[in-house]
């Protein structure tokens, strides 16, 4: 690592994480001296963020730790929104077109798959970011039950 390679936020002098050594060195604001420290526990990745830890190295975090996981939150409102399309789909199917009840079926099939897909990314990313997983559990499995419910209707359909 440079001694310019921190961007424009310089951090304060003290020990911090050198990637290019892979050791714990003294910072003194400027550049980086000879002083090491043996072998740290602590991994860290890109130096985009400081704090202080104590009796500790200053550390880097790449990503800010955030509880919320908007990709969850999103595949919740799909499967909503799915559940309100099926829901529409049984009281509208005798007062409606046929053909209208065929796009009401396509684009319902259409939701269920893309909030399922959605549910996935969303428990990946919850795994990957360690924010709460619940909420991306909770929609995966809603997901995979209206899929399950759809595809058994339209083998239903196949067979009558």
């Known amino acids: 690592m440079s001694d ?3 961007g424009e936020q310089v ?11 892979g050791r714990t060195r003294w910072w003194d604001g400027v ?9 740290d526990p602590i991994v860290v990745r890109t130096p985009t963020a400081y704090a202080r830890v104590p009796g500790s190295a200053v550390t880097f975090s790449g990503h800010p730790s ?9 595949a919740v409102l799909l499967v909503v929104m799915t559940a309100l399309a099926l829901a529409a789909g049984y009281w509208l ?4 077109d046929p053909s209208a009840v065929a796009v009401l079926a396509v684009a319902t099939r259409l939701l269920v798959t893309v909030a399922f897909v959605v549910a ?3 428990l990946v990313i919850a795994i990957q970011r360690q924010t709460g997983k619940i909420l991306a559990i909770v929609a995966l499995v809603a997901s995979s039950l209206l899929l399950s419910l759809l595809m058994l ?5 196949f067979s009558a």
Request: aromatic share 10%; no cysteine; charged share 25%.
């Open 4 to 6: 310019r390679d921190f």
């Open 11 to 21: 951090p304060p002098p003290g020990w911090l994480y050198d990637i290019e050594t």
């Open 31 to 39: 550049r980086w001296t000879d002083l090491a420290k043996p072998l």
């Open 66 to 74: 955030s509880p919320r996981n908007g990709t969850s939150t999103a």
């Open 93 to 96: 199917t005798g007062s409606l």
């Open 120 to 122: 996935i990314a969303a």
């Open 153 to 157: 209707r339209l083998l239903d359909g």
